[in-house]
C-alpha cells in the first residue's frame, strides 16, 4: 500500500507579477495557517485586501468532480500554499515507479507533459520512455543521460541527468512507490523546475521514514481507514449497503463479487488477516456499523490459522458492545468451526447463521 503524498490537498495560491521593490522572488513555498498566509500575502504579494482572498476559503471544503458524482462531502481546507509564480517555457512528464514485470523502479519519461500520460501513452506511444534500473546497483550517468536524451532538454543536458539521478536517489532513500513530476518544466534559460509533483510511500517502510509519515493528514482521509489501520485492518470504505468482514483478501474479493452477483452492493473491503485478534474482531465491528449506508452485515471466515471460535468469541462480543441494529449474517468453516458455531447459538444475540 502506500501513504499517499504528503503534502495532503490543499489550495494554492500563486504569487502573481509583483508591483513594488520587496519582490517575492525569494519566497519559498510554506505550509501557512490563515493569518499568516494574510500576512505574507500582504507583506510579498502586494495585496492589501488578502483576507478577502483568504478567509472565503480556508476551513470550507473542496469537491472534486467524482465527490459532486458520489456526493461525499469532499475534502477540509487546513492549509493553504504560497507559491512563486514560474514562467514555464516548456514541459514534460517524468516518473519513477515500481513494475512487477521487472520487480524493481522503472523510469518513465516523456517529452510532451501537463496532461494525462495514459493519455500520451494511447495517442503517441512511441513517445514514451521506459528505462528499467536495477535496484541493486541504482541508476547510472549513462541512464540518466538517456532519459535525459529522451526527454529532449535544451539545456545543459548533463545538469539535466544530475536532476534525474537526484530524483531516483529521493525515491531510493525515502522508500517511494512513486514519484511523479508533471510537469517537468524547463525556464528561459533551460533550466529543469518540478512544477508539480505526486508521491507515495511504502506503508512498511513507515517504522523507518518517522518524519515522512508524521506529516501524513489524516483530515484528509476516510476516518473508517485511519481506524483500521490503527488496528492493523485492511479496509477500504465503498458506496453499497452491505457490509463485509472477511479474512483473506482471495476470500474478501470472491465474497464482494458474489454480493454483487446476486443485485447486492458492498459497503466495503474488510480483511481481518490470518491472525486476528478477539479485540480486532470488535474494532472491526465498530468500524462497520458506523457506517450509516449499511444495512446488514456478512461475515465471511474460513478457518484455517485463523480460528472460528476466536472469530465468534469477537463476534459475540462486538455485537454485545456496539449494539449491532442490522441483520447480521455469520458464515464460518475451517478451524474449530463446531466451537465457534456453539458460541454463537449459546450468546442470545440475533445472528443469522449462514450453514
Excluded at 271 to 283: F, L, M, R, Y
Aim: proline content about 4%; some cysteine; hydrophobic content about 45%.
Amino acid at each position: 500500500g502506500t501513504a499517499g503524498c504528503c503534502m495532503a490537498r490543499a489550495v494554492m495560491l500563486r504569487a502573481g507579477p509583483c508591483c513594488c521593490s520587496a519582490c517575492c522572488g525569494g519566497l519559498s513555498w510554506r505550509w501557512c495557517d490563515v493569518s499568516c498566509v494574510t500576512r505574507v500575502a500582504r507583506q510579498f504579494l502586494c495585496l492589501p485586501v488578502a483576507e478577502f482572498v483568504v478567509i472565503p476559503v480556508y476551513g470550507l471544503c473542496l469537491h472534486t468532480p467524482a465527490c459532486r458524482l458520489l456526493l461525499c462531502a469532499g475534502k477540509p481546507v487546513n492549509t493553504l500554499y504560497i507559491a512563486k509564480k514560474m514562467k514555464l517555457k516548456r514541459e514534460m512528464y517524468f516518473a519513477i515507479l515500481l513494475d512487477r514485470k521487472t520487480a524493481g523502479p522503472v523510469m518513465i519519461g516523456c517529452s510532451e507533459g501537463g496532461t494525462s500520460i495514459e493519455d500520451l501513452a494511447e495517442k503517441f506511444p512511441e513517445k514514451i520512455i521506459k528505462i528499467p534500473v536495477d535496484i541493486r546497483v541504482g541508476i547510472t550517468n549513462d541512464q540518466a543521460l538517456q532519459m535525459a536524451k529522451g526527454l529532449a532538454v535544451s539545456g545543459d543536458i548533463n545538469a539535466a541527468a544530475d536532476q534525474i539521478k537526484r530524483l531516483y536517489q529521493l525515491f531510493a532513500s525515502s522508500d517511494c512507490t512513486m514519484v511523479e513530476v508533471n510537469p517537468l518544466a524547463e525556464d528561459a534559460e533551460g533550466r529543469l523546475i518540478a512544477a508539480d509533483a505526486k508521491l507515495g510511500f511504502d506503508d512498511s517502510a513507515s517504522y523507518r521514514q518517522k518524519d515522512t509519515f508524521a506529516m501524513r493528514d489524516e483530515s484528509q482521509l476516510d476516518p473508517r481507514e485511519v481506524a483500521a489501520d490503527k488496528f492493523d485492518l485492511n479496509y477500504i470504505g465503498l458506496d453499497g449497503t452491505i457490509g463485509c468482514m472477511v479474512n483473506g483478501a482471495g476470500l474478501a474479493m470472491a465474497t464482494m463479487d458474489i454480493i454483487k452477483l446476486r443485485g447486492g452492493s458492498p459497503a466495503n473491503f474488510l480483511d481481518v488477516g490470518g491472525n486476528a485478534s478477539e479485540q480486532q474482531v470488535i474494532e472491526a465491528f465498530k468500524i462497520l456499523t458506523s457506517d450509516p449506508q449499511v444495512k446488514a452485515i456478512l461475515v465471511n471466515i474460513f478457518g484455517g490459522i485463523m480460528k472460528c471460535d476466536v472469530i465468534a468469541s469477537g463476534i459475540v462480543s462486538a455485537a454485545k458492545q456496539v449494539g449491532v441494529k442490522v441483520p447480521l449474517i455469520v458464515r464460518l468453516e475451517g478451524t474449530n468451526v463446531e466451537a465457534g458455531k456453539k458460541i454463537l447459538s449459546s450468546s442470545n444475540v440475533d445472528i443469522i447463521a449462514a450453514d
